[in-house]
């Protein structure tokens, strides 16, 4: 531990020695630089509405606009944050469902629990990591974006809720700069087609609007023989102005489907000793190409909530509907008094739909099984006929989203006064935020084989090809529905001071926190699922929600978090600064799991304080900007992390609840270098995480230490992660690039299990056929790299399917495989 905090000290005494040595050098020349990129401003992070200087603020903050974010060829959202120092993201389940971390901070369950996923300034969820409703999946990317800033650290423990690692936001276009765009795009290698449009301006001198969006069809990018993507986005603006300020409402309608990928049979080796490496592939079934869903498996039933047969199609994947209303309200009321006031009210429903492999099974280990469907339907199912050896056992996630919908309101009072020779603003905000969950869970069970054209097995008992309808993992309990809501009411208060090259900043957030609703719960019995008029087979032992409630959410809970702050500017193009802060994130559905309540809402051990997990961070950097390097200019941002998280949270696969405490220390860098006609940007974060505390909450709510953890690495998180960007232009040419990595890390708390590091190239290249006309050309992974990010946790580390007592089998998510498209792209 002692190393770990040496380290700390001595590249933090690097990150100020740095700029204080470029001093003498940089006073020469900053009469001469160019002040237009120090003018950038960013509106995330900070107290002020007007934003606030990247090299004038005491946190880390970075943006990229909507030409940086097509350059990476992103393919779903999660692709974009890719680009973004400090964050981590698993950029593997489709569409949405991402697992994101920062600077650390783990990722322990689904989603991204510490970082807040806004548009516009607002949380698209209150909470980041529900389950089946992670945020990134109710947004997507395409010509109406503006830009994305996020921060990482520093104010966001103060400045939203449950977003204490950071806020990533994705900021729309208004039409202020008129102009407008349509793009066509096509997949060469796959079946895709996308067409995104839209155009912005002045209605008169005193009002401009922007309207615009996307549809897309097919996304077939793992060759399931159908399309994986459908839907698209409308997103419209209109901006008012007045003598003192401004009002721009915002309207939204999301409604689409993305494929859902989950983790699926692949191969491991094991050395023995219960260590292992996951592999990429098993046989010929490849992780990044390939999965178990095709026209033969798509198909399949439940039962829901209400005792109702459900048909369910995969092809409906990630099946999500928004409907958005927002208004944004910014004006100066005179004698340094101004009013910034957001608000959103959004209506959310959709359905989840996935396979989750979480087990294999041996041809002779299910006689009298037969192919259900494909070339084979009927035959026995044989070891010499099965390809690649195994059946796979596959848990559908079907899961109805009723009700998400909520309302957000951020309101701030500012007052700018002159004090002791500098400006004093005072901030007194606060934050308002309700949110419905409402979703009707019935899984099923289906055996398919291991192959990228799987089929269904039809096994003893099974119906219409369905191993078990609504009994995943053999479970009489997978019928069970959520109704809750939650509400969180945010006082806050900031302070800014800014005299010379001095800036001080300190806040505090006061959120409380109120839940209320139920879980019931489900159990075996009889349904006539193929309505035969006879109970055979599984038929016997369908999950059926019989309205019994499992637990139940009513608490209030409070919790402050603080921050202070503050930057020093040597010049004009360098400073440093230096941030300690203190936030939380709250736990929401998932804490009706581990056991913090009983089934009558009685606390049992940890009481409400497992519903509030706390984050103390600590950062110093430094900042340079439009530095002149070899007749180029370039900007340098360096900041070293330290923090300490306590966490209570589940993970559903298997059921596992846990306690927590981790550190984490790093460095994170951003750099961005012009010279000419050559660009560059790139990421580049080191982290050093431990478990420093581990415990497991038992069924009567108690906890039980688990002393084998500590000193471990939390799952999943990687030592490096980097990404770099270079582009050039030349005539009516131009080629970019994007190498974005990451070094091994463990699929497992208990370290025993190793995914191995990987990266990526992308490739872009445009042709200008007229001034407005543009050919374009993409390739994502231009190496078809197969990547593990998620793979077996413990208690599933994988299985010995040919009797020689190692672990051969285990189940690993991918990175997508190699794809390509060409776009046609037309500006006005």
Known sequence: MRSRHYLFAS???????????????????????????????????????????????????????????????????AEVLRQLPGIRTESSSGGGNSNINVRGIPISTGGAKYLSFQEDGLPVLLFGDSNFAPADGFFKVDGTLARVESVRGGTASTLTTNGAGGIVNFIG???????GSIALNYGLDHDDFRIDAEYGGDISDDMYYHIGGHFQQGGDFRDSGYDAISGGQLRTSLTKLFDNGKITVTGKWLKKSDA?????????????????????????????????????????????????????????????????????????????????????????????????????????????????????????????????????????????????????????????????????????????????FKQDWHWSEIRTTTENDAVLISTPGSVNGIHGVNQAFGWDGSNRNYDLEAEVSSPFIGINYATGPLTFDASVRMDNMKQNGIRTEAAGGDFDVNNDGVITGSEASVSLNNGTVGAIANLEVDHTAWSVGANYLITDNVSVFGRASSGASFNFDRALDFGVRDAGGALNDGGDDAYVDVVDQYEIGTKWQDLNIASGSADLYATVFFSETEESNLTITPPSGRVREYEAMGLELEGRYNVGNFDLFATMTYTDAEITSASNIANDGSLVADTALTGNKPQRQADVIWAISPSYSFDRFRIGASWVGTTDSYANDSNTLTQDGYSVFNLNAAFSLTDSLELGININNLTDEAGITESANDGRDGWDTNGDGLLDTTIGRSIQGRTASASLRYTF
């Open 173 to 179: 276009k208004t039409g202020e700069i008129a102009g």
């Open 11 to 77: 590249v933090a005494t690097l990150a100020f020695a740095a700029p204080m040595a470029a001093h003498a050098q940089d006073n020469a020349e900053a009469a001469t630089e160019d002040r237009a990129r120090l003018d950038t401003i960013v509106v995330t992070g900070t107290f002020s509405s007007a934003g606030q200087n990247k090299i004038d603020s005491s946190i880390s903050v970075s943006s990229l606009d909507l030409d940086e974010v097509q350059g990476a060829v992103p393919r779903n959202t």
């Open 260 to 436: 859902a990928y989950f983790p699926q049979l692949v191969s491991r080796t094991d050395d023995g000793n219960g260590n292992g490496t996951v592999g990429t592939s098993l046989g010929s079934f490849d992780a990044a190409d390939h999965s178990i869903y095709s026209n033969y498996t798509r198909f399949g039933q439940g039962v829901d909530g209400q005792g109702n047969l459900d048909n369910y199609d995969l092809a409906d994947g990630l099946n999500h509907e928004v409907k958005s209303i927002a208004a944004h309200a910014n004006f100066d009321l005179g004698d340094g008094f101004t009013f910034d006031n957001k608000a959103r009210y959004q209506i959310i429903s959709g359905e989840f739909l996935g396979g989750f492999s979480n087990g294999v099974t041996l041809a002779e280990d299910i006689p009298g099984s037969t192919y259900y469907n494909g070339p084979n339907a009927g035959e026995a199912v044989t070891a010499a006929n099965l390809p690649n050896g195994v059946v796979s056992n596959v848990a559908i996630f079907n899961v109805d989203l009723e009700d998400l919908n909520n309302f957000a309101n951020d309101m701030r009072l500012t007052k700018t006064i002159d004090f002791n020779g500098g400006t004093l603003d005072v901030v007194l905000g606060h934050f308002f935020m309700s949110q419905s």
